[in-house]
């Protein structure tokens, strides 16, 4: 099977579908990968690092493209990239297909592709295997980009997240205990923060008080809770989201108002909408805003600060698929791997995941 790897488009996105390794490992296997020239080199691989594997460096996004059976990459197909298609060919990508424009989905019916969402991928536990490695990194990040943005030379409160003897930490509310909730709480706990987590399972919240051992306030995501911990919280990350769906408004522009001045938000489901009402997608060159008077981070693309490792745990996650895809082709695989058959968003251009299709307002064609 041929993979294509082209260049990531969008502004900021410094990562890469595929890295080395990952190539070396289809490539024996008996693949043929194709990466367009200079898409390694923001994630610290340069060309020569691919072709010592195998791979075949291309000159252009059209020929990464056009040579391919299965494309990978990070970030949603911009407009700019429709011409590249491949009709019939399959993509994967993390699409966010129900916040998307409707000119993709038109050019994905039209060109009949099969259009993976990596964001949808789902085992039989419910566990989202590639946007996993993707939530883990966001998560280890969160106390490295709050802790600035609480800094007062950046406008913030002046609080230090772990606090000192005889004054206390900051206050963190955590919105979400998913996989990007869990690793945030651990390192801000780590840090010496206050934590207070939500969700709405109470199960979940069992297992964070046991794997805390209760070191960490556990609530369940009423709007009273929430209404209630963020008016005391420093910082707020806020992580709720259903895959394939848009997330939902968790708070409101009034309750904003109830928080502590210069307070801050990372929103971090804004990939699917956002939880805050007054978020707005931002990016890694300015990455925050200021509404009613509370530091907004709304940055889609955290792992992106952190391309060479966000690389790697994002290839290591897709590989497998590649790898049955390669050996038993793409129905095969489909047939074979019930998450990745979750994962896809349209089947030959037809909508193929219930969730993306009611939030689109569509129905599903292929089930």
Do not use: W
Request: aromatic share 6%; charged share 20%; glycine share 10%.
């Amino acid at each position: 099977m041929n993979f294509g790897v082209p260049k990531e488009v969008r502004p900021f996105e410094f990562r890469v579908g595929l890295t080395p390794a990952a190539v070396d490992t289809l490539v024996r296997a008996g693949h043929t990968v194709f990466v367009e020239r200079g898409a390694g080199l923001k994630a610290g691989f340069r060309d020569e690092d691919y072709t010592a594997f195998g791979a075949q460096i291309v000159y252009s996004a059209k020929e990464a493209y056009g040579r391919a059976d299965v494309v990978i990459k990070i970030g949603r197909p911009t407009e700019d990239e429709y011409d590249n298609f491949r009709p019939q060919q399959t993509i994967l990508s993390f699409l966010h297909l129900a916040v998307a424009s409707p000119d993709l989905v038109s050019i994905l019916e039209k060109e009949e592709i099969t259009a993976i969402g990596l964001e949808t991928i789902e085992t039989d536990e419910g566990t989202l295997p590639v946007l996993m490695t993707t939530s883990e990194i966001a998560g280890r990040m969160a106390p490295i980009i709050a802790g600035d943005l609480l800094g007062s030379f950046k406008g913030g409160r002046g609080t230090l997240l772990s606090g000192i003897p005889g004054t206390p930490g900051a206050e963190v509310v955590i919105i979400g205990a998913g996989v990007l909730g869990k690793n945030s709480a651990r390192a801000f706990r780590s840090l010496g923060a206050q934590v207070t987590m939500l969700d709405k399972d109470y199960k979940t919240l069992q297992e964070i008080d046991e794997m805390f051992k209760g070191q960490i306030t556990t609530l369940f995501a009423t709007p009273h809770n929430i209404t209630k911990t963020i008016s005391f919280a420093d910082v707020l990350v806020c992580n709720a989201a259903l895959p394939g769906g848009k997330a939902p408004t968790l708070v409101t522009r009034d309750m904003l108002r109830l928080m502590n001045r210069r307070a801050v938000i990372l929103d971090l489901a804004i990939n699917s909408g956002g939880n805050v009402e007054t978020s707005r997608p931002t990016n890694l060159a300015d990455p925050s805003f200021v509404e009613e008077d509370i530091i907004h981070y709304c940055v889609p693309n955290v792992p992106s600060r952190v391309a060479r490792t966000g690389s790697h745990a994002f290839a290591n996650s897709v590989l497998p698929y590649l790898l049955e895809m390669g050996r038993s082709g793409l129905e095969g695989a489909i047939n074979m791997m019930p998450d990745l058959r979750r994962g896809v968003n349209t089947l030959k251009g037809k909508l193929a995941h219930p969730r993306v299709a009611k939030t689109m307002g569509k129905e599903v064609e292929v089930k």
